[in-house]
């Protein structure tokens, strides 16, 4: 089992950043990818981007040169660093564990709202 724990979501004006992180525990030995998805009113879950154990990212056309994935093996931690936030962005956002065994666990969300 693994569990995943996302924060650092909150309110932010058009233009602005927000940190998210996503904190795992449990059997994360295992790790194959970490990814961030987000689901906005009314529509489906959608991948924003993910990095691999080996440190390799990639990212939704949607959020490139915008927002950044990154990891601290120390902390167990995912992070999500979006700049250049858009209205459009304003989702809840999850994140995701995947194993080599292709086990996969959803963290519970945390809510994103860009507006002025």
């Known amino acids: 089992q693994v569990q995943l724990v996302e924060s650092g979501g909150g309110l932010v004006q058009p233009g602005g950043s927000l940190r998210l992180s996503c904190a795992a525990s449990?059997?994360?030995?295992?790790?194959?990818?970490l990814e961030w998805y987000r689901q906005a009113p009314g529509k489906q879950r959608e991948l924003v981007g993910g990095?691999?154990?080996?440190?390799?990212?990639n990212y939704a056309d949607s959020v490139k040169g915008r927002f950044t994935i990154s990891r601290d093996n120390a902390k167990n931690t995912m992070y999500l660093q979006m700049n250049d936030l858009k209205p459009e962005d304003t989702a809840v956002y999850y994140c995701?564990?995947?194993?080599?065994?292709?086990?996969?666990?959803w963290g519970q969300g945390t809510q994103v709202t860009v507006s002025s």
């Open positions: 995701r564990f995947w194993s080599r065994g292709w086990e996969n666990y």
């Open positions: 449990g059997s994360i030995f295992n790790m194959y990818s």
């Open positions: 990095i691999t154990s080996g440190g390799s990212t």
